[in-house]
Protein backbone atom coordinates (compact mmCIF):
# COMPACT_ATOMS: atom_id res chain seq x y z
CA UNK A 1 0.00 0.00 0.00
CA UNK A 2 1.35 3.38 -0.81
CA UNK A 3 2.33 6.22 1.58
CA UNK A 4 -0.14 8.59 1.81
CA UNK A 5 1.05 12.77 2.04
CA UNK A 6 0.05 13.40 4.99
CA UNK A 7 1.63 10.05 6.39
CA UNK A 8 5.10 11.24 4.80
CA UNK A 9 4.31 15.25 6.39
CA UNK A 10 4.40 13.03 9.86
CA UNK A 11 7.15 10.91 8.85
CA UNK A 12 9.47 13.89 8.03
CA UNK A 13 8.59 16.15 10.94
CA UNK A 14 9.52 13.11 13.14
CA UNK A 15 12.85 12.26 11.60
CA UNK A 16 14.04 15.51 11.60
CA UNK A 17 13.08 16.38 15.12
CA UNK A 18 14.49 13.21 16.25
CA UNK A 19 17.90 13.56 14.25
CA UNK A 20 18.04 16.90 16.73
CA UNK A 21 17.14 15.12 19.27
CA UNK A 22 19.96 12.44 19.15
CA UNK A 23 22.15 15.18 18.77
CA UNK A 24 20.86 16.93 21.73
CA UNK A 25 20.75 13.57 24.14
CA UNK A 26 24.38 12.60 22.80
CA UNK A 27 22.63 9.83 21.29
CA UNK A 28 24.47 10.35 17.43
CA UNK A 29 27.49 9.25 19.10
CA UNK A 30 27.65 5.55 20.73
CA UNK A 31 30.22 3.13 21.59
CA UNK A 32 32.44 5.25 19.01
CA UNK A 33 30.36 4.69 16.02
CA UNK A 34 27.70 6.80 14.15
CA UNK A 35 23.83 6.06 15.01
CA UNK A 36 21.85 7.96 12.19
CA UNK A 37 18.00 7.86 11.65
CA UNK A 38 18.19 6.32 8.33
CA UNK A 39 13.52 6.57 7.71
CA UNK A 40 10.64 6.77 9.59
CA UNK A 41 7.58 5.03 8.97
CA UNK A 42 4.48 6.25 9.66
CA UNK A 43 1.02 3.46 10.10
CA UNK A 44 -1.57 5.11 8.19
CA UNK A 45 -3.74 6.32 11.69
CA UNK A 46 -0.70 8.14 12.81
CA UNK A 47 -0.27 5.89 16.09
CA UNK A 48 2.56 4.59 15.20
CA UNK A 49 5.65 5.52 13.86
CA UNK A 50 8.74 3.06 13.17
CA UNK A 51 12.20 4.46 13.43
CA UNK A 52 15.02 2.98 11.51
CA UNK A 53 18.55 3.63 12.79
CA UNK A 54 21.79 3.04 10.79
CA UNK A 55 24.58 2.21 13.16
CA UNK A 56 28.40 3.02 11.61
CA UNK A 57 31.29 1.30 13.14
CA UNK A 58 29.31 0.60 16.55
CA UNK A 59 30.91 -2.21 18.14
CA UNK A 60 28.60 -3.19 20.54
CA UNK A 61 25.05 -2.86 18.32
CA UNK A 62 22.72 -5.25 20.93
CA UNK A 63 24.28 -2.47 23.92
CA UNK A 64 23.25 1.05 21.65
CA UNK A 65 19.85 -0.23 20.59
CA UNK A 66 19.17 -1.10 24.29
CA UNK A 67 20.85 2.36 25.30
CA UNK A 68 18.44 4.07 22.96
CA UNK A 69 15.76 2.26 24.45
CA UNK A 70 16.60 2.53 28.06
CA UNK A 71 16.48 6.27 27.25
CA UNK A 72 12.72 5.96 25.26
CA UNK A 73 10.77 7.61 27.55
CA UNK A 74 12.65 10.85 27.74
CA UNK A 75 12.83 11.06 23.35
CA UNK A 76 9.37 10.70 23.30
CA UNK A 77 8.74 13.35 26.30
CA UNK A 78 11.27 15.65 24.21
CA UNK A 79 9.54 14.80 21.17
CA UNK A 80 6.16 15.43 21.62
CA UNK A 81 7.29 18.92 23.51
CA UNK A 82 8.25 19.51 19.72
CA UNK A 83 5.47 18.42 17.88
CA UNK A 84 2.18 19.22 19.99
CA UNK A 85 1.20 21.81 17.99
CA UNK A 86 1.28 19.64 14.71
CA UNK A 87 -0.15 16.60 15.81
CA UNK A 88 -3.11 15.70 17.77
CA UNK A 89 -1.38 12.42 19.30
CA UNK A 90 2.10 11.04 19.52
CA UNK A 91 2.46 7.96 17.87
CA UNK A 92 3.97 5.01 19.78
CA UNK A 93 7.70 4.77 18.48
CA UNK A 94 9.65 1.49 17.43
CA UNK A 95 13.01 1.52 17.33
CA UNK A 96 14.27 -1.05 14.69
CA UNK A 97 18.29 -1.40 13.34
CA UNK A 98 18.30 -0.31 9.94
CA UNK A 99 20.87 -3.39 8.05
CA UNK A 100 21.11 -1.46 4.65
CA UNK A 101 24.78 -0.74 4.86
CA UNK A 102 25.08 -4.19 6.32
CA UNK A 103 23.74 -5.70 2.85
CA UNK A 104 25.47 -3.11 0.67
CA UNK A 105 28.94 -3.31 2.14
CA UNK A 106 28.38 -7.76 1.88
CA UNK A 107 27.21 -6.97 -1.73
CA UNK A 108 30.14 -5.05 -2.98
CA UNK A 109 32.54 -7.81 -1.39
CA UNK A 110 30.91 -10.69 -3.65
CA UNK A 111 30.93 -8.53 -6.43
CA UNK A 112 34.72 -7.91 -5.95
CA UNK A 113 35.47 -11.57 -4.75
CA UNK A 114 33.90 -12.83 -8.13
CA UNK A 115 35.63 -9.91 -10.16
CA UNK A 116 38.84 -11.27 -8.57
CA UNK A 117 38.07 -14.45 -9.56
CA UNK A 118 37.23 -13.81 -13.05
CA UNK A 119 39.53 -12.16 -13.21
CA UNK A 120 42.65 -14.76 -12.54
CA UNK A 121 40.51 -17.62 -15.18
CA UNK A 122 41.03 -15.52 -18.12
CA UNK A 123 41.98 -17.43 -21.17
CA UNK A 124 45.90 -17.04 -22.93
CA UNK A 125 44.55 -14.66 -25.64
CA UNK A 126 42.24 -11.71 -23.88
CA UNK A 127 43.77 -8.52 -22.55
Given at each position: ?19 DIFRRLGLNM ?18 EARIYLSLFK ?70
Amino acid sequence: MEEGKRQRQVAGVIQEEMNDIFRRLGLNMIDGGMVSISSVKVTPDLLEARIYLSLFKVNDEKAAMKKIEDRAWEIKKDLSDRVKHQLRRIPVIHYYQDDTLDHVFKMEELFKQINSEAGGNKPSGEA
